[in-house]
């Protein structure tokens, strides 16, 4: 059974920077597709980026240059850097992993909020 468990959301001004983790177990990570995806209050769930086993990343137009998505294999987690926040970063943000690249994946996290205040 594959459990995802995020971590690192919270309260930030316009402009700081977060770090969201996600830590995995029951899975052979290192081969597996993950993603990060959010959800804005009233919005459809949207990707924000992804990486694959070979750390190949896409990402949404509106966090490309602001946003990083890097996994740690030994530590058995992907982590989501985030600088240049703005306000319509504002969301809860879930971790999902699978082990081909088809989308949806099928593992979720239960998710992280994180809020940008102006």
């Known amino acids: 059974q594959v459990q995802l468990v995020e971590s690192g959301g919270g309260l930030v001004q316009v402009g700081g920077s977060l770090r969201l983790s996600c830590a995995a177990s029951?899975?052979?990570?290192?081969?597996?597709?993950l993603g990060w995806y959010r959800q804005a209050p009233g919005k459809q769930r949207e990707l924000v980026a992804t990486?694959?086993?070979?750390?190949?990343?896409n990402y949404a137009g509106s966090v490309k240059g602001r946003f990083t998505i890097y996994r740690d294999n030994v530590r058995n987690t992907v982590y989501l850097q985030m600088n240049s926040l703005k306000p319509e970063d504002t969301a809860v943000y879930y971790c999902a992993a699978d082990y081909t690249a088809s989308t949806p994946y099928r593992y979720w996290g239960q998710g992280t909020q994180v809020t940008v205040s102006s």
């Open positions: 029951g899975s052979i990570f290192h081969i597996m597709f």
């Open positions: 990486i694959t086993s070979s750390h190949s990343t």
